[in-house]
């Protein structure tokens, strides 16, 4: 709440969930949380949200989280062609596809929303290709598949996020600390599509931000600034790594508050400031619009609210 987060989707476990719930029935949930739990669990959500319900504005469930692949720096992510710094592998598969086919379409099929993580090339399109068989089988209806983080993606992969209606949530705080050693790892070539805010935008793709946190910093301000600028920390990259994916400070924000509140089936309720929607909202020390994005980290918060309640306010 001290860095004006005032809702998380959490990809958890089902002890994670009890978690929140012991908190909501005590009145010591301050933030909305949408608990998401692991898809490999979805008959197990199927009877859970049978016995009661999927929550309140508070605290929500029904979605499932799966992984294709692993990461780019275990050199883990899932590419087309070898890692340019490790010729023996191209990554791997953290999941038995068959397996996770089956807990998609099954999930799917049961109206729970598929947030699975996809981070190399050929993960992101192995996934697209997934949803687009699941849209196909289980026919048309408001799912929201979200692939999380969608890192590095094929050239084709763009227009195909935008016609299946497949949202990337991503995290432009790893655009800058990625951005150091990335090309080492992958090379010139496929760095171009690499958190590609600016193409995924263009194509018309439905962007949300998040942190990724514990990997990353949850603060927002810093996520602004990574996508506003792309400057890595070790300075190497002043005027921004992979510049032409630099997108503007309306359409960042615009990812980390409507786009990330449509991504949470959210965005009727929260995510603007318009008459009839709760009253979550952050006050800072100044205009991010009148800052240069240099100095967007330094601002401070100065007041958090959730649904009308001050639930922080910065001493001074």
């Given at each position: 709440?001290?860095?004006?987060?005032?809702?998380?989707?959490?990809?958890?476990?089902?002890?994670?969930?009890?978690?929140?719930?012991?908190?909501?029935?005590?009145?010591?949930?301050?933030?909305?949380?949408?608990?998401?739990?692991?898809?490999?669990?979805?008959?197990?959500?199927?009877?859970?949200?049978?016995?009661?319900?999927?929550?309140?504005?508070?605290?929500?469930?029904?979605?499932?989280?799966g992984f294709v692949d692993g990461s780019l720096g275990s050199t883990t992510a899932w590419f087309y062609e070898p890692y340019s710094d490790e010729p023996g592998t191209s990554g791997l598969l953290t999941t038995d596809t068959a397996s996770l086919r089956r807990w998609a379409k099954a999930g799917d099929a049961a109206g729970f929303q598929l947030i699975i993580h996809a981070i190399g090339d050929q993960a992101n399109d192995w996934l697209l290709d997934l949803y687009e068989e699941t849209i196909t089988e289980n026919g048309d209806r408001d799912r929201r598949p979200r692939i999380e983080h969608a890192q590095h993606l094929s050239p084709d992969a763009f227009s195909r996020f935008a016609e299946l209606g497949v949202i990337p949530a991503m995290q432009p705080f790893h655009a800058i600390d990625d951005g150091r050693w990335a090309e080492k790892r992958i090379g010139p070539e496929r760095i171009k599509t690499t958190y590609a805010f600016r193409s995924l935008l263009d194509a018309g793709a439905p962007l949300a931000f998040g942190s990724d946190w514990t990997v990353?910093?949850?603060?927002?301000?810093?996520?602004?600034?990574?996508?506003?600028?792309?400057?890595?920390?070790?300075?190497?990259?002043?005027?921004?790594?992979?510049?032409?994916?630099?997108?503007?400070?309306?359409?960042?924000?615009?990812?980390?508050?409507?786009?990330?509140?449509?991504?949470?089936?959210?965005?009727?309720?929260?995510?603007?400031?318009?008459?009839?929607?709760?009253?979550?909202?952050?006050?800072?020390?100044?205009?991010?619009f009148q800052l240069d994005p240099l100095e967007i980290p330094a601002v401070q918060v100065d007041l958090t609210m959730v649904d009308g309640e001050i639930v922080y306010h910065r001493e001074g």
């Open positions: 709440l001290s860095l004006g987060v005032t809702q998380t989707h959490h990809m958890g476990t089902w002890t994670d969930l009890e978690t929140f719930r012991r908190a909501r029935a005590d009145g010591r949930l301050k933030m909305r949380v949408y608990s998401v739990v692991p898809i490999s669990t979805w008959e197990r959500l199927q009877d859970f949200v049978a016995e009661n319900g999927r929550g309140d504005d508070f605290l929500w469930w029904g979605g499932l989280k990353a910093p949850m603060d927002v301000r810093q996520g602004l600034y990574a996508a506003l600028t792309r400057r890595t920390f070790d300075g190497a990259n002043p005027d921004g790594w992979v510049p032409e994916e630099k997108i503007t400070l309306e359409e960042a924000l615009g990812a980390y508050t409507m786009g990330s509140a449509r991504a949470g089936f959210m965005g009727e309720k929260v995510g603007s400031l318009q008459p009839g929607k709760f009253a979550d909202l952050v006050i800072l020390s100044q205009d991010l």
